[in-house]
């Protein structure tokens, strides 16, 4: 009978079954491979805090007569190392639950501009520490269905990026327009821009350019993997165009009308 049933079938499709099962075992083996870089990347990024924290404490655990001077300057670049420890975590746990979709999106009507301006305002202080010029420009009212808290995340990712990775004196600006169905939001730097070879890897997890990865800007390297989930959940997408030296523009577009998954509302 199974004689029968493989006669029925023929020949051809069992190799295509053959193909098709082939193509989904190499699938899982990709996603597993990318899982285990992405457990062994956390555990790197984890410890590497904690290797700087544990030098310092026994620094001052084993030394005699420590004046009270460098206890403090210990204790402070204690204090920041578990802050890089907190922010590294909150990033992965905002990662994981958009990955996981656990939180589904809270759509709303969402005025672009006020949005982007409420964002700008609280970046202003970092702007002016650093005396970079903040531009802001948009031209008409901009409603968009998009969930506000989670995109305030992502638009702040950017302009942060643009802030931090540009000298002191510099301008970052940030653009916002639309056509009938569509946003579109620019956010443009001065700074010190990002190698061609780099520019389709910076939204990868973890990943941070040559440029900046030894710098002390504080950064987690999840950010704009985190503003990339969030575009893509929105059905919107995002571009870099960058020269080094130069500076870059993050351009992002997002319909206005939210596309629910699955058909209408
Ligand atoms: P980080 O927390 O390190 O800023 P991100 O995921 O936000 O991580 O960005 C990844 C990397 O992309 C950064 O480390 C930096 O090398 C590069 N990058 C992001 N935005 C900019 C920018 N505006 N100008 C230059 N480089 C940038």
């Given at each position: 009978q199974l004689d029968q049933k493989v006669n029925v079938i023929g020949k051809d499709e069992i190799a295509e079954l053959g193909n098709a099962f082939n193509h989904m075992t190499d699938q899982l083996q990709r996603v597993e491979q990318s899982r285990q870089e992405f457990v062994s990347n956390v555990s790197h990024e984890l410890k590497t805090p904690l290797s700087s924290i544990k030098v310092l404490t026994e620094s001052l655990m084993f030394q005699e007569d420590v004046p009270v001077e460098m206890y403090k300057e210990f204790f402070e670049d204690i204090n920041s190392e578990v802050d890089r420890l907190n922010n590294i975590i909150s990033d992965l746990l905002t990662l994981v639950r958009l990955d996981q979709r656990e939180i589904p999106l809270?759509?709303?009507?969402?005025?672009?501009n006020e949005m982007t301006q409420n964002i700008l305002k609280r970046l202003t202080p970092l702007a002016k520490k650093k005396e970079i010029k903040l531009i802001y420009e948009s031209h008409k009212d901009i409603i968009a269905e998009i969930d506000e808290v989670k995109f305030t995340l992502a638009l702040t990712n950017l302009?942060?990026?643009?802030?931090?990775?540009?000298?002191?004196?510099?301008?970052?600006?940030?653009?916002?327009?639309?056509?009938?169905?569509?946003?579109?939001i620019s956010v443009q730097d001065t700074g010190i821009g990002i190698a061609k070879e780099e520019q389709s890897r910076i939204f990868e997890r973890f990943?941070?350019?040559?440029?900046?990865?030894?710098?002390?800007?504080?950064?987690?390297?999840?950010?704009?993997?985190?503003?990339?989930?969030?575009?893509i959940m929105h059905n919107g997408s995002i571009q870099v165009e960058s020269e080094e030296g130069k500076g870059s523009v993050f351009s992002v577009q997002f319909p206005l009308r939210h596309v629910w998954e699955g058909g209408t509302k």
């Open positions: 809270n759509i709303a009507n969402v005025d672009i302009i942060e990026n643009a802030i931090k990775y540009t000298p002191s004196g510099g301008e970052v600006g940030v653009v916002i327009q639309s056509d009938l169905q569509d946003a579109f990943y941070r350019t040559d440029k900046t990865r030894n710098r002390e800007t504080g950064g987690t390297g999840l950010g704009l993997a985190i503003t990339y989930k969030t575009v």
